[in-house]
């Protein structure tokens, strides 16, 4: 899964040499199983954490070896990333290596303090994830308040100068919605918004209602493609996640080199 950028020319960009070398620039690393909400599509069937999670010093090794095979930036994800005590240390500990850090998160009980903490500590940008309307973000995230606090981590975001995104989820419902929450993220000061498709894994196995269904497809990429065009009036680009097919009619619209 590839994550929203944070700058305008990303440190990840592969160059010739990358991708002959088969160099990791850009890492996504699930530091921890453990998660405060209870998404019905999850992926990773997140909420307690694994019996052996790396401890500290096994995961700061980690990142001395991915510095070492030439890796530019570390997005840690979850579960939830926080959740984990030695958060910090970690983000610090990728900046210490030269590397950028992001973090992806449902923002659910991510303190002011806390983002504040993360940025001193050399995270540059944060994604929040935010799947619909409040209703259906938060039955989706299976915790009442999860929308609300999704739009308080944004807005503390650019309180403490800290560049943030939003993720979103397309599942069977939120297709009516997008327009609509599109104004919500681009009012709440986000300057990516990245959209992928759920897909039958993890806890959306045994939630099959959230799921498209492939004609939907025919209706969803029109109305990506008209997206698109009013969010970069807005000064907001709208990015497909990988599993948004490629070489489709809208790909150098979303994809191209004048995407943004």
Same mark, same amino acid.
């Given at each position: 899964?590839?994550?929203?950028?944070?700058? +305008?020319?990303?440190?990840?960009?592969?160059?010739?040499?990358?991708? !002959?070398?088969?160099?990791?620039?850009?890492?996504?690393?699930?530091?921890?199983?453990?998660?405060?909400?209870?998404?019905?599509?999850?992926?990773?069937?997140?909420?307690? $954490?694994?019996? $052996?999670?790396?401890?500290?010093?096994?995961?700061?090794?980690?990142?001395?070896?991915?510095? *070492?095979?030439?890796?530019?930036? !570390?997005?840690? !994800?979850?579960? *939830? @990333?926080?959740?984990?005590?030695?958060?910090?240390?970690l983000v610090r500990a990728i900046r210490d290596h030269g590397m950028d850090c992001t =973090?992806?998160?449902?923002? %659910?009980?991510?303190?002011?303090?806390? &983002?504040?903490?993360?940025? +001193? /500590?050399?995270?540059?940008?944060?994604?929040?994830? !935010?799947?619909?309307?409040?209703?259906?973000? +938060?039955?989706?995230?299976?915790?009442?308040?999860?929308?609300?606090?999704?739009?308080?981590? #944004?807005?503390?975001? $650019?309180?403490?100068?800290?560049?943030?995104?939003?993720?979103?989820?397309?599942?069977?419902? &939120? =297709?009516?919605?997008?327009?609509?929450? =599109?104004?919500? #993220?681009?009012?709440?000061? /986000?300057?990516?918004?990245? &959209?992928?498709?759920?897909? @039958? =894994?993890?806890?959306?196995?045994?939630?099959?209602?959230?799921?498209?269904?492939? %004609?939907?497809? /025919?209706?969803?990429?029109?109305?990506? @493609?008209?997206?698109?065009?009013? /969010? $970069?009036?807005?000064?907001?680009?709208?990015?497909?996640?990988?599993?948004?097919? %490629?070489?489709?009619?809208?790909?150098?619209?979303?994809?191209?080199?004048?995407?943004?």
């Amino acid at each position: 899964m590839d994550e929203a950028s944070f700058d +305008d020319g990303p440190r990840r960009r592969l160059s010739l040499r990358d991708q !002959i070398d088969c160099v990791p620039v850009y890492v996504v690393w699930e530091i921890t199983l453990a998660c405060n909400l209870k998404c019905v599509h999850c992926g990773s069937r997140a909420g307690h $954490r694994r019996a $052996r999670e790396l401890s500290t010093n096994e995961c700061i090794d980690v990142v001395r070896q991915l510095s *070492e095979l030439g890796t530019r930036e !570390i997005s840690i !994800i979850g579960g *939830e @990333a926080f959740v984990r005590k030695d958060w910090l240390t970690l983000v610090r500990a990728i900046r210490d290596h030269g590397m950028d850090c992001t =973090m992806q998160t449902g923002g %659910y009980k991510l303190s002011h303090d806390m &983002i504040k903490s993360a940025a +001193d /500590a050399g995270l540059l940008g944060l994604g929040v994830s !935010i799947d619909g309307l409040e209703p259906l973000h +938060d039955r989706l995230r299976g915790v009442p308040g999860s929308y609300l606090e999704a739009l308080r981590v #944004i807005n503390d975001c $650019r309180r403490v100068g800290l560049s943030a995104s939003v993720n979103t989820q397309i599942t069977s419902k &939120i =297709m009516p919605q997008l327009p609509e929450l =599109m104004d919500v #993220i681009s009012e709440a000061g /986000a300057k990516y918004w990245q &959209i992928q498709l759920t897909v @039958a =894994m993890g806890n959306a196995v045994d939630n099959a209602d959230v799921l498209l269904q492939p %004609y939907e497809l /025919a209706i969803l990429f029109p109305l990506l @493609a008209e997206l698109h065009l009013a /969010a $970069r009036e807005r000064g907001l680009l709208l990015l497909p996640g990988n599993n948004v097919g %490629y070489f489709g009619p809208y790909e150098a619209l979303w994809r191209g080199p004048d995407r943004g």
